[in-house]
């Protein structure tokens, strides 16, 4: 049984930092994870991923502010938000797929998603 647990969501002001964590099991080091995040009346997109040879990929929104990054035994997903906006304000998701293509992935090509973690900033 795959389990996909985000923890490490909450409130802060402009310019502050968070640290998601995901949780992963019951899936294999071959999988791809990624972070996606939904503000309301949004899309859910992608957010950055990391693949099972530890490439990353970064959203533009978020590149040189957001660093994804994995344990080293790849049980733990992680996201590293600094500099944070208002516009980062969202619902984060953990979230798992194989096969997967180079690049950020779409939703729809998603297999497995945590129940998501708040990020709310205030300006």
């Known amino acids: 049984q795959v389990q996909l647990v985000e923890s490490g969501g909450g409130s802060v002001q402009a310019g502050g930092s968070l640290r998601l964590s995901c949780t992963t099991s019951?899936?294999?080091?071959?999988?791809?994870v990624a972070w996606f995040r939904q503000a309301p009346g949004k899309e859910r997109e992608g957010v950055a991923a990391?693949?099972?040879?530890?490439?990353?990929v970064y959203d533009d929104s978020v590149k040189g502010r957001f660093t994804i990054s994995q344990d080293n035994d790849k049980r733990t997903l992680y996201l590293q938000m600094n500099d944070l906006r208002a516009e980062d304000s969202a619902m984060y998701y953990c979230?798992?797929?194989?096969?997967?293509?180079?690049?950020?992935?779409?939703?729809?090509?998603?297999?497995?998603w945590g129940q998501g973690t708040q990020v709310t900033v205030s300006s």
């Open positions: 979230a798992a797929e194989r096969p997967y293509q180079k690049g950020l992935p779409r939703s729809t090509t998603i297999d497995y």
């Open positions: 019951g899936i294999t080091p071959r999988y791809l």
């Open positions: 990391i693949d099972s040879y530890r490439d990353t």
